[in-house]
């Protein structure tokens, strides 16, 4: 009876070819996404990530004998997972941002698996399946704020490091001065290269370790703690090794070798927080006891005895294919390609713009202007089509107004507008208050301007910035707003033209804002109404 009640094997030929249309389909509807991740594997904080999707297919693999066990079956619950990935892999396609179709991808796995090996069989493989996460590189923003935090962390706390053996040192925003040398904490050495492999490693740790699940979050928590601890005492002990040796102490090889040292370091100290939480835990014994390597290495089976009535279980083709569930998944990843395949042939809508910033005057009012431009590297990362770059001055003030704006004719992926959010933390500049506020009557036809306002400072300097997005019509402060009606018009309009409009300027020392506020608010009044025609309208 039971035997009868599991799925029918299909024939072999049926679910392999089931599984090739998957894969294409899955393929064809990611490609973008997936060469993108791969590409930002290359970056050096990333470069553990070729090994990921391999060991969480081993770890998948070691967990075969528990999958069987628990008798997995078919299920329909993964069809709407399936979809619900899809439909972010649209929005991450037509809204341009990367990370989005990266996440995406792993919901749709979420998804397969749980249509193919239903709920069952999921509880025994979705740790392994989550660990596919750290594959995937931090959102821009998300890694400029976090690398220009540690930056300046690790230079304090390296500081710190120094004067504890008796030199006498200066800190000045992430530049460290030795008297002799001066020691520049550059966004290499912001600690990412350690911290995003220790949390993987910690979260295969918090996988083996055996004990409660407070103890295993703790386990993966604990390596940023760690993170910023090592990384301080390296630059620390560089900033001595400079002092006493020379500037090619923090250059070459032998740089790079402190890095693996501090990282071998930074290991030891992970084990040692796994070894502390099991002795808090009542727990003895050598660290080997206090993992499960049955989950690494599954002990190998001994040949069981003959039985007259052995206990069914399927094979394992038995929940792969034939299913209806499973070809409902395959269909769908077959109309979700195909409608991929068709997005770039859909010709997009560029606006005709008959002038460009070099129109833009230098004079405005009583305000002079002088033209800038920017370094090529700069303007290879940006991908704009058009920007003006320009510091204007007036009779009685003693600060210039630096103006920037950035057009973009379309904002598919890789070429879309950069949020100075993400790009202000770095240099050793920090983001020290932000809010939005709303300039009266600035506007287009006397209306309001919305704008962040933002105060930033490196070490004594300070500098008060305005910028807002002009996004077809639209004057918007929110990153997350812009994204979301980049979507929408590119869905409905057929269109993802775009601008970003900044200008700064300087705070005097020891001095409050509101002068620096006049100012911005005078020269956007002067400026924005001759900047709005070169704007997506």
């Given at each position: ?72 079956a078919p299920s329909w619950w993964g069809v709407p997972v399936i979809a619900l990935g899809l439909v972010l892999a649209l929005f991450g396609e037509l809204s341009t941002i990367y990370t989005v179709i990266h996440y995406a991808l792993i919901v749709t796995i979420f998804g397969l698996a749980l249509t193919l090996i239903g709920p069952r069989g999921l509880k025994v493989v979705w740790a392994p399946l989550l660990y596919l996460a750290f594959m995937v ?65 910690g979260y295969l740790c918090a996988l083996l370790y055996r004990g409660p699940v407070w103890q295993k979050l703790l386990l993966v928590a604990s390596a940023l703690p760690i993170t910023i601890l090592v990384n301080s005492v390296r630059i620390g002990v560089i900033g001595i090794l400079v002092h006493e040796a020379g500037i090619e102490m923090a250059e070459g090889f032998l740089h790079a070798f402190e890095g693996w040292i501090i990282f071998i370091v ?272």
């Amino acid at each position: 009876m039971l035997a009868s009640a599991l799925p029918r094997p299909a024939p072999p030929l049926a679910w392999i070819v089931l599984a090739a249309v998957a894969a294409v389909g899955l393929y064809l509807v990611f490609s973008d996404g997936i060469w993108h991740m791969v590409a930002g594997w290359g970056q050096e904080e990333y470069s553990y990530a070729y090994i990921i999707p391999l060991i969480s297919g081993w770890l998948i693999w070691a967990r075969r004998d528990a999958l069987r066990a628990a008798r997995p079956a078919p299920s329909w619950w993964g069809v709407p997972v399936i979809a619900l990935g899809l439909v972010l892999a649209l929005f991450g396609e037509l809204s341009t941002i990367y990370t989005v179709i990266h996440y995406a991808l792993i919901v749709t796995i979420f998804g397969l698996a749980l249509t193919l090996i239903g709920p069952r069989g999921l509880k025994v493989v979705w740790a392994p399946l989550l660990y596919l996460a750290f594959m995937v590189p931090l959102p821009q923003f998300l890694y400029q704020g976090l690398s220009g935090r540690l930056q300046l962390i690790s230079s304090e706390l390296g500081v710190g490091f120094i004067r504890l053996f008796g030199y006498s040192v200066f800190l000045e925003g992430n530049v460290i001065d030795l008297g002799t040398y001066k020691l520049q904490v550059a966004e290499a050495c912001n600690g990412l290269r350690y911290l995003f492999p220790l949390v993987s490693f910690g979260y295969l740790c918090a996988l083996l370790y055996r004990g409660p699940v407070w103890q295993k979050l703790l386990l993966v928590a604990s390596a940023l703690p760690i993170t910023i601890l090592v990384n301080s005492v390296r630059i620390g002990v560089i900033g001595i090794l400079v002092h006493e040796a020379g500037i090619e102490m923090a250059e070459g090889f032998l740089h790079a070798f402190e890095g693996w040292i501090i990282f071998i370091v930074a290991l030891a100290l992970l084990f040692a927080v796994m070894w502390l939480l099991a002795r808090l835990s009542g727990r003895r014994g050598r660290l080997g006891d206090l993992l499960q390597t049955e989950l690494l290495w599954p002990p190998r089976r001994r040949p069981a005895a003959a039985s007259p009535s052995p206990s069914p279980s399927p094979p394992p083709a038995a929940v792969v294919a034939a299913s209806p569930p499973a070809i409902a998944v395959v269909a769908l990843l077959v109309a979700a390609a195909a409608g991929m395949l068709a997005l770039p042939g859909r010709a997009e809508e560029v606006p005709a713009r008959p002038q460009g910033f070099a129109t833009f005057p230098l004079r405005l009012g009583e305000w002079r202007g002088t033209e800038r431009a920017l370094d090529q590297v700069y303007i290879d990362v940006l991908k704009f089509d058009d920007y003006l770059l320009a510091d204007y001055t007036r009779p009685g003030d003693a600060e210039p107004v630096q103006l920037y704006a950035a057009y973009y004719g379309s904002q598919r992926k890789g070429a879309s507008v950069h949020s100075p959010r993400s790009c202000i933390p770095g240099g050793g500049w920090e983001i020290t208050r932000m809010e939005q506020v709303t300039l009266r009557g600035a506007g287009p036809a006397g209306g309001d301007l919305p704008v962040n306002r933002v105060l930033i400072a490196n070490g004594p300097y300070r500098q008060l910035v305005y910028y807002w997005f002009d996004q077809r019509g639209r004057r918007m402060t929110n990153e997350y707003h812009v994204k979301l009606m980049l979507f929408w018009d590119a869905l409905t309009r057929n269109r993802t033209d775009g601008a970003l409009v900044r200008v700064v300027t300087t705070l005097p020392p020891n001095s409050d804002a509101a002068a620096a506020d006049r100012r911005l608010d005078d020269f956007v009044r002067a400026a924005y109404p001759r900047l709005v025609p070169l704007l997506p309208s």
